[in-house]
C-alpha cells in the first residue's frame, strides 16, 4: 500500500510540472515559436505603404476621370438631338405609308399633297432641283458658320483661344490666362 500513495502524490505533481512548462512555452520563454525578424516587419510596413500608395492614386485617378467625364457630358455640344422617350407598341395592324411611294409621285409631278406641285416640263424640274439644292448648300454654310462661332465662343468661355480656317477647321489652339467662367447676360 506504500506504492499507492507515493503515485497519488506524484501524479498531481506531474500535471503541475507539465503545466508550469507549457505555461513557460506559451508566454514566449521557449523557442518554440518562430519570431519575425526587423527585416521582415520592416518588409511588410513597405508593403503595406506601397499598397495604400497605389490605392490612394487609383481612387485620385478615378475621381479625376469622373470629373472630366461630367465635365463633358455638361459640354456635349453636338447633341443637339433630344432622345425620345419609350411608347409602347401599339396593338393591331399599323398602317404606315412607305416613304418611296410619295417620293416617286414627288419625282413624276404627281404629289398628293397639292401644296407644292412640280413643274411639267423637264427644264423648270431641273431648274426647280438646282434652286433647292443651292437654297439647301445655303441653308448648309450658314449653319456652319453659325455652329463654328458657338463653338470659338465657348471655347473663349473655357479658357482657350481657338482659331479656324476658311473650311472651319482648327488653325491653332492657345490658352487663356484667366477663362471667363462668368457668363454675360444681356450685354451687362
Do not use: C
Not at 513557460?24 to 520592416?42: M, N, R, T, V, W
Amino acid at each position: 500500500m506504500s506504492g499507492k500513495p507515493d503515485l497519488q502524490q506524484i501524479l498531481p505533481l506531474g500535471l503541475v510540472v507539465a503545466a508550469g512548462f507549457l505555461l513557460y512555452l506559451g508566454l514566449g520563454g521557449g523557442d518554440s515559436s518562430p519570431k519575425i525578424s526587423a527585416e521582415k516587419k520592416e518588409q511588410v510596413r513597405h508593403s503595406a505603404n506601397e499598397h495604400l500608395r497605389k490605392t490612394a492614386e487609383q481612387i485620385e485617378m478615378q475621381k479625376r476621370q469622373m470629373a472630366i467625364r461630367s465635365w463633358q457630358l455638361a459640354n456635349d455640344f453636338n447633341r443637339t438631338v433630344p432622345e425620345r422617350a419609350y411608347t409602347p407598341p401599339k396593338e393591331g395592324a399599323e398602317l404606315v405609308e412607305e416613304g418611296i411611294a410619295n417620293d416617286v409621285a414627288r419625282d413624276l409631278g404627281r404629289d398628293n399633297g397639292g401644296a407644292k406641285a412640280l413643274p411639267a416640263n423637264p427644264a423648270d424640274l431641273i431648274h426647280h432641283q438646282l434652286f433647292e439644292e443651292q437654297n439647301s448648300r445655303q441653308q448648309s454654310a450658314a449653319y456652319r458658320k453659325e455652329y463654328a462661332r458657338q463653338f470659338v465662343e465657348n471655347a473663349r468661355r473655357g479658357g482657350w483661344e481657338i482659331r479656324l480656317d476658311d473650311d472651319y477647321k482648327v488653325i491653332s489652339v492657345r490658352r487663356l490666362r484667366q477663362p471667363s467662367n462668368q457668363y454675360q447676360l444681356f450685354g451687362q
